[in-house]
Nanobody
Framework: QVPLVESGGGLVQAGGSLRLSCVVS????????MGWSRQAPGKQREVVAT???????NYDESVKGRFTIVRDNAKNTVYLQMNSLKPEDTAVYYC??????????WGKGTLVTVSS
C-alpha cells in the first residue's frame, strides 16, 4: 500500500476557492498518472481531473475552466485548485495515483462543502 494523504477540504461559500493537496509517500516519478475524483452523497464516484507523467491534463466537463490540477515533483504532491465553487461541487474528494504497471492507490478522502 502506498500512503496518500489529502488535505485542504473544508466549508466554503459558493463562488469561493479551495486548494486540495495530495502527498504521496515515495517518489512521484513512480507513477504514470495522478488525479482527483469525487463522490457526492448518493452518487457514484466520478473522475474530476487527471495529470500524467508528461503533464498532460484532462478535466470533467463540469469543472473545466474552474479547476486546475498541477503537480510539484519536488514535494511529491498533486494539487487541485478549485475556483468559482458551486454547491454541486460538494463531495468527498479523493486523490488517486496509478503506477506504470496499472496499480492504483487511493487516499482516504477530504470533504468539500460548498454552501449556497
Amino acid at each position: 500500500q502506498v500512503p496518500l494523504v489529502e488535505s485542504g477540504g473544508g466549508l466554503v461559500q459558493a463562488g469561493g476557492s479551495l486548494r486540495l493537496s495530495c502527498v504521496v509517500s515515495g517518489s512521484i516519478f513512480s507513477f504514470s498518472a495522478m488525479g482527483w475524483s469525487r463522490q457526492a452523497p448518493g452518487k457514484q464516484r466520478e473522475v474530476v481531473a487527471t495529470i500524467t507523467s508528461d503533464n498532460s491534463t484532462n478535466y470533467d466537463e463540469s469543472v473545466k475552466g474552474r479547476f486546475t490540477i498541477v503537480r510539484d515533483n519536488a514535494k511529491n504532491t498533486v494539487y487541485l485548485q478549485m475556483n468559482s465553487l458551486k454547491p454541486e461541487d460538494t463531495a468527498v474528494y479523493y486523490c488517486r495515483f496509478t503506477t506504470y504497471y496499472g496499480m492504483s492507490y487511493w487516499g482516504k478522502g477530504t470533504l468539500v462543502t460548498v454552501s449556497s
